[in-house]
Structures are given as structure tokens and as C-alpha cells.
């Protein structure tokens, strides 16, 4: 066979510049290799602040609701200062928000840095840490586990709707704002302003229009959210067809100490559950964290430390004399119910429900939780094994609690109806119609926060008004409800209850 010899030549021009562009072929490859790792890297990580003091951790610790719902740390910072005017004082402070020194973001929120940008979202302490002080100049003591007494959600709700609503809401007006204050570096900031920005706005607006029932009830305050009408909205039910008796679902926020002497007792305000784990897990949808994205090990370390924690003692004096004087009076009244004291929750009737006839409180908490909303709560976690929920129930009451760190759960009763304690052992037409609550600085004597104050340093206080629905400060009077007793034994009752 007669082949052709290859006769050597030297390359042509056209292969000469190849072989420079086969280098630069690889070099490119190389290079979107480069990228392709480091954007990886990047979409991948998930990193969240950790604290390795248990307490640190509650006020700040993550939930895993950053993955989902969080917000850049960055716009978190940005929009308080764009939209002041949606704010009735300067920035979170004046809604109620925990600031501790030395801190950017307050008790509350933990940050996690989602995908290459630092995020931040609310955590349990937003609704579970509050403050005290000891007179208008003294430091504010921060304490986890009680109710947050202070901050006012369904404020920070309505100036993020207010935001969104604004045209100033656009990647043209808060991109340079974010680089002006030096967040987030240039890819994240392209990110923002491609993507970020209008995502968030549209998410806002979604919530906005999903969570218009709540206009239909009176102001929650500070201290107060509705509990049970928001998942309905996560279960997808048609919230503008529910009966209007559902419609107000007002509620305090409880303390959430001694979790392990809680153990099987009905709680939640109306007794409609009996599992820690569960409350627990339940509560994390407040912190947008869903099956997928719940951080479990990070969850597990609050869950741990609220089994053991105990509330401060009543750090004013405490006439020992009077309060042995009350000690009877509860024993004969109340443990039957509340438990034999602040650390023994033994007696015949705690943790389990009072019907809503006989102690006739405000009802419409009560009512908002309904039977339909329990079987669909029953199918969540559903496919997550044992985590699915299934202790949940519809009860026809309010629950009766233990009553460890009372001084600090004012005020009183499911919807925070009762300023002090002492009230609470009055008649209902004996007790303060209206009053101001978010104010922390305490009342000792008659137990409670000062609730006579309208304003400070240019912060308002919430005017809560027992006569709106939901509002109810009526109920639990009655001779076993300790209201007929005299005047004397109130008081000490009263003494023998800041032992607690
Ligand atoms: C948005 C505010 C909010 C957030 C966030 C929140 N909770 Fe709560 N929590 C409440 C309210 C309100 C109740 C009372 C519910 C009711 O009965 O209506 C409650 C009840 C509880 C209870 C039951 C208390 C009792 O004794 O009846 C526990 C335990 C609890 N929360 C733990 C947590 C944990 C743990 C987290 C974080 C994973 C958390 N909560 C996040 C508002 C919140
Ligand atoms: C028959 C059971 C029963 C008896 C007896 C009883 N209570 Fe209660 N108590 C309840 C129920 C139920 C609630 C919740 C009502 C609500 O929030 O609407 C409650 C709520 C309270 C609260 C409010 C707790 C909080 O965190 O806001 C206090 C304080 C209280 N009771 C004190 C007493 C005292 C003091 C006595 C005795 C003089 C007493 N109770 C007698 C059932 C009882």
C-alpha cells in the first residue's frame, strides 16, 4: 500500500497560534474550575454563630431559621435607618428590642451565614427574654426565660410591611445604602441587586398580604402575639373564611422554665399539649424553622438548658412574717391547682384544664385554637420518624400552671389583662380597666411592672384596654380563686407568692 510520506514542516502560522490558544484553553478551564470550587464553597456554606455559654446561646443561638427565612444582616441593619419614619423612635430600641452592649444585633436573633452572606432571624429569646429594672436609672437586667416584656413583634411586623410597601424599597436605594456602611462585599452586593433585594421585598409583600387577619384584632403590644391563627396560615387554611369567633387569638408570652418538671403536664395557655419536645418544636416555626431546616443539634442544646433552668428569686425584701401568714391561705386556695410552690408542682389538679365555664376568662384565645387546626398540626413533621406531632388536642379551658417565677410574669393572666398580682386576687370590677404595658421597671409591692407610665424618654408604652376582645380582664374571681378573702390576707397571699 503506497502511503504518502508526512513530510515535516514547520507549523503554519494558524497552528503556531493554536498551541498559544490550547494554553489559554487551559488556563480558562483552570480558571472556571477556580470558580466553579469557589462558588461551590460558597452556595454551600452554612455556618452559623456559636456560643458556648448556655445562656449566651438561648439569647443568640440559632434555631436553623436563618436557612430559610433569614435576612441579610446587612439590610437588617440598613432598613431602620432608610425608613426611620416607619419607626415611632430611633431604630429597634424604640419598639422594644433588647440591645446588651458591645452587640450589633439584639437578644433575640441569631445569625448564620447562608450561601456566602450573613443572615440573621429571630430566635426563642425574641418572645422568651425580657428585661427588669430596679428604678428609671438603673441597668436593664436581661433574663431568659421569662416573658419578653418589652418588644413589640407585631411593630417590627408592620415597619417591615411598611418598608416593603415603600418604593424605596429597591436594590437602586438600599444597594448603595448597604455599601455606603461598608456591608457585604461585591459579589454579594451584585447578588442583592440582581436577585437579594427584589426577593425579599416580594416575600414581604406575600406575609403582608397573608397576615392581614391579623388587622382584624385589637393591637397585640408589646409581650403579646396570637399564637394559633399563624400556622393556619402556614397550613394554607382560608383565613377569610374562618367563624369570627377564631378570629382573635391574643395571648402573653409564658415563662419557660423547669421544663423537666413539665414533663406530661397539658400547657400551652389552654392546655393543648403534653410533650416538651414537641412545645419545643412547635414554638421553632416562630423562628422559621421548618422540618428541613430546623438546626436539631442547636435546638437540642436550648431544649437541655430550659429542662434545668430556674427562674431568679424576687430580689426586693420580702416581710418573711406576712408571707408565713400566706403560706395557708395558698395551701387551703391554690396548690390545689398552681402546685404546693415555686419548685414543687405537685397537686391534685396542675397540668390539667380548667373549663373555660367555670374559671371564665377571656375566651377568645380558647376559641381561636380549633379542633380543624389541631388534625392538621397532627400531620406536621410528618415523614421526620418519631418527630411527627401527635400530641396535640382541642380542649374546652385554661390550664392550670405551675407558678415558678411569677413575679417576673406580669402581667397577668393568658392575655395579660391583670398589671399586678394584687389585682389578680380582686374582682374583676376592681381591677384596672387600662393600662400601659412594655415598661420594665418594677413595682414590688404590689407585684408587677410599673403599668401608670404613658411614656419615656420618647418611648410610648402600649394603652391596653380590657374592653376590646380578647382583652378581657374578667374571670378567676370567685371565693376559690382567693378573691373573697380580706384585704389582709390578699396582701399576704401576695407576700407568699414572691417566694415563688
Ligand atoms: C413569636 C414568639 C415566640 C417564639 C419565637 C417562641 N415562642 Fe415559645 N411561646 C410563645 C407563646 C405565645 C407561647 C404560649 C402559646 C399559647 O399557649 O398560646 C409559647 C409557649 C412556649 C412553651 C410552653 C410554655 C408552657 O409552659 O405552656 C415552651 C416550652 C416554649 N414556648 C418554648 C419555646 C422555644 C424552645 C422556642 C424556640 C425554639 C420558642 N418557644 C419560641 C411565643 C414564642
Ligand atoms: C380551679 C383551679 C384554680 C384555682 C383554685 C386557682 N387558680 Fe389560678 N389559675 C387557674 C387557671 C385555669 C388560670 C389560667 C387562666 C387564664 O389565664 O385565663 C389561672 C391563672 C392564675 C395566675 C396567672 C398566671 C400567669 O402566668 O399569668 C395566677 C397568678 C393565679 N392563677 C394565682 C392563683 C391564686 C393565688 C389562687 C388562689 C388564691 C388561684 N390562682 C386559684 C386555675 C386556678
Redesign the pocket.
Known amino acids: 500500500m503506497n502511503v504518502d510520506p508526512v513530510q515535516p514542516t514547520s507549523p503554519e502560522p494558524s497552528q503556531r497560534n493554536c498551541r498559544r490558544c490550547g494554553r489559554l484553553r487551559a488556563l480558562t478551564v483552570l480558571l472556571f474550575l477556580a470558580v466553579l470550587v469557589y462558588l461551590a464553597f460558597r452556595f454551600t456554606r452554612d455556618v452559623p454563630v456559636t456560643y458556648a455559654d448556655a445562656v449566651e446561646h438561648m439569647k443568640y443561638g440559632s ?1 436553623g431559621g436563618e436557612r430559610g427565612s433569614g435576612v441579610p444582616v446587612s439590610l437588617w441593619k440598613t432598613l431602620p435607618e432608610l425608613f426611620r419614619e416607619y419607626l415611632p423612635g430611633d431604630g429597634l430600641p424604640a419598639i422594644g428590642f433588647i440591645y446588651e452592649p458591645g452587640k450589633d444585633l439584639p437578644v ?1 436573633t441569631s445569625r448564620r451565614n447562608v450561601m456566602g452572606i450573613d443572615r440573621v432571624f ?3 429569646a ?3 427574654a425580657g428585661t427588669v429594672r430596679d428604678t428609671p436609672e438603673s441597668k436593664p437586667r436581661v433574663i431568659v426565660g421569662m416573658p ?1 416584656n418589652t418588644v413589640d ?1 407585631q411593630a417590627f411586623e408592620r415597619f417591615l410591611f411598611a418598608c416593603a410597601v415603600d418604593e424605596k424599597f429597591s436594590a437602586g436605594r438600599l444597594v448603595p445604602e448597604i455599601a455606603r456602611r461598608g456591608g457585604e462585599d461585591w459579589f454579594n452586593r451584585l447578588l442583592l441587586r440582581l436577585a437579594g433585594i427584589s426577593l425579599a421585598r416580594e416575600k414581604l409583600l406575600l406575609l403582608r398580604q397573608r397576615f392581614s387577619f391579623m388587622e382584624r384584632e385589637p393591637d397585640c403590644g408589646p409581650g ?2 396570637d ?2 391563627n399563624p400556622p393556619k396560615v402556614l397550613l394554607n387554611f382560608r383565613m377569610d373564611l374562618l367563624s369570627t369567633n377564631e378570629w382573635v ?1 391574643l ?6 422554665w423547669n ?1 423537666r418538671k ?1 414533663q406530661g ?1 397539658w ?4 392546655g ?1 399539649n403534653n410533650s ?1 419536645q414537641e ?3 412547635s ?2 416555626f ?2 422559621g ?1 421548618t422540618p428541613p431546616t430546623l438546626d436539631r443539634a442547636s ?1 437540642k442544646r ?2 437541655d438548658w ?1 429542662l434545668d433552668a430556674t427562674p431568679p428569686p424576687f430580689p426586693y425584701p420580702i416581710d418573711r412574717r406576712m408571707a408565713d401568714q400566706g403560706k395557708p391561705i395558698y395551701e387551703a386556695y391554690c396548690s390545689r391547682c398552681h402546685g404546693k410552690d415555686g419548685t414543687d408542682f405537685t397537686g391534685e389538679y396542675v397540668g390539667q384544664v380548667t373549663p373555660i365555664e367555670k374559671v371564665k376568662t377571656d375566651r377568645h ?1 380558647l376559641d381561636s ?1 380549633t379542633p380543624e387546626l389541631c388534625a392538621n398540626q397532627n400531620l406536621l413533621y410528618a415523614g421526620y420518624g418519631d418527630e411527627r406531632f401527635s400530641h396535640f388536642r382541642k380542649t374546652w379551658g385554661y ?1 392550670n ?1 405551675p407558678l415558678d417565677g411569677l413575679w417576673l410574669r406580669a402581667p397577668y393572666l ?1 392575655n395579660g389583662s391583670v398589671p399586678a398580682l394584687r389585682d389578680l386576687l380582686e374582682y374583676s370590677t376592681n381591677r384596672p380597666p387600662e393600662f400601659y404595658r412594655g415598661y420594665d421597671v418594677y413595682e414590688p409591692k404590689r407585684v408587677g411592672f410599673v403599668w401608670n407610665i404613658a411614656e419615656e424618654k420618647g418611648r410610648k408604652f402600649f394603652h391596653y384596654d380590657t374592653r376590646l376582645p380578647g382583652n378581657g380582664n374578667y374571670g378567676h374571681e370567685g371565693r376559690e380563686y382567693g378573691t373573697d378573702l380580706t384585704a389582709g390576707e390578699k396582701d399576704a397571699v401576695v407576700e407568699y407568692l414572691k417566694t415563688f
Request: some cysteine.
Open positions: 434555631t433575640g429571630l430566635n426563642c425574641v418572645c422568651h419578653a413583634l403579646r402575639v399564637t394559633f387569638g395571648c402573653d408570652f409564658p415563662s419557660i421544663q413539665r403536664l400547657l400551652h395557655w389552654d393543648n416538651v412545645r419545643n418544636r414554638a421553632a416562630g423562628t424553622a435546638v436550648m431544649e430550659l384565645r385554637y390550664a400552671q393568658h
